[in-house]
């Protein structure tokens, strides 16, 4: 049988490259975010966190989060479970239109917010007869994120239930279990690994949404600036201590975000491994 790996030294030209490509786009500029931050002493550092525009930003920030991403679960599991479950009339519209942020820019999305609610937008004279704030508000700030990370649930999700099929949930129903009996005993147990995956990715992209939160939020210190908007800000007006300062609060939700991905990654392979070692187990006991 003829060998058709690669030669040694081609696989380790290969993980070089991958680890100089990560050391310069990855470690090197998160090392000089806290050596920047912390480069005026820690009395400086703490100072510029502890300011009330950057408290404001990470409170935004973080109800932002709270109400997007749970939100983008219900959706997305939903979603999954109708396009992985049945068969229906318009089932590849809705994939389509679930990837559609992915496509679109996040600015145009924010633009189509600022067109359909803004003052001089298509439901904007309706808001403002009723009182209504959306534009330059939380609401705006919260319908944004929600549409730019409305995607990552359900498509972690499509995948797992159709991997897994429906016959347990058919099985159940047969036995006389009720839908929402068969939704928490069957399905969420299966799918709740893909479930936080997809959790873990929303949550770290709302934190670190830009783009539609800038056109929508209307940048009012204080009030509609999330944590990304108020680094910007700061870094503008030359304040670099207080930019660097609150952009490590963003490195460290990342780090965060990143080890939580991987415990998940690697409970989840371990999982599949079990799963692939029981009829091996069965057969050999029936033996």
């Known amino acids: 049988m003829t060998d058709t790996s690669e030669p040694g030294y081609v696989r380790w030209l290969l ?3 991958a680890l100089i490509f990560m050391g310069l786009f990855l470690v090197v500029p998160l090392i000089a975010v806290f050596s920047e931050a912390f480069s005026e002493g820690i009395g400086l550092f703490l100072q510029a966190v502890k300011e009330p525009d950057t408290l404001s930003a990470v409170k935004l920030t973080l109800l932002t989060a709270a ?14 479970w109708a396009i992985a479950k049945f068969s229906f009339r318009g089932k590849n519209l809705l994939l389509t239109l679930i990837d559609l942020p992915f496509a679109v820019s996040p600015v145009i999305s924010g ?12 439901l904007g004279p309706w808001l403002a007869a009723h009182d209504i704030k959306i534009i330059f508000a939380v609401p705006g700030i919260v319908l944004a994120t929600t549409f730019v990370t409305f995607p990552f649930v359900a498509r972690e999700l499509i995948p797992v239930m159709e991997a ?7 099985a159940a129903i047969s036995l006389g279990a009720s839908g929402w009996q068969t939704f928490w005993r069957i399905t969420l147990p299966n799918i709740k690994w893909g479930l936080l995956y997809g959790v873990i990715l929303c949550n770290a992209r709302a934190m670190g949404e830009f783009g539609a939160v800038s056109v929508v939020s209307g940048h009012i210190r204080g009030m509609t600036n999330t944590l990304p908007l108020h680094v910007e800000i700061l870094y503008n007006e030359y304040q670099f201590v207080a930019a660097f300062a609150a952009a490590t609060l963003l490195a460290v939700l990342a780090l965060v975000t990143l080890v939580l991905k991987s415990l998940i990654e690697w409970k989840t392979e371990g999982q599949q491994r079990e799963n692939e070692a029981m009829p091996e187990i069965i057969r050999e006991a029936s033996a």
């Open 15 to 17: 993980i070089a490259v």
């Open 67 to 80: 109400i997007s991403v749970p939100a983008n679960v219900v959706f997305g599991v939903a979603a999954a």
């Open 111 to 122: 633009l189509i917010f600022v067109l359909l609610f803004g003052t001089q937008g298509v």
């Open 164 to 170: 897994q099929g429906k016959d347990e949930e058919e």
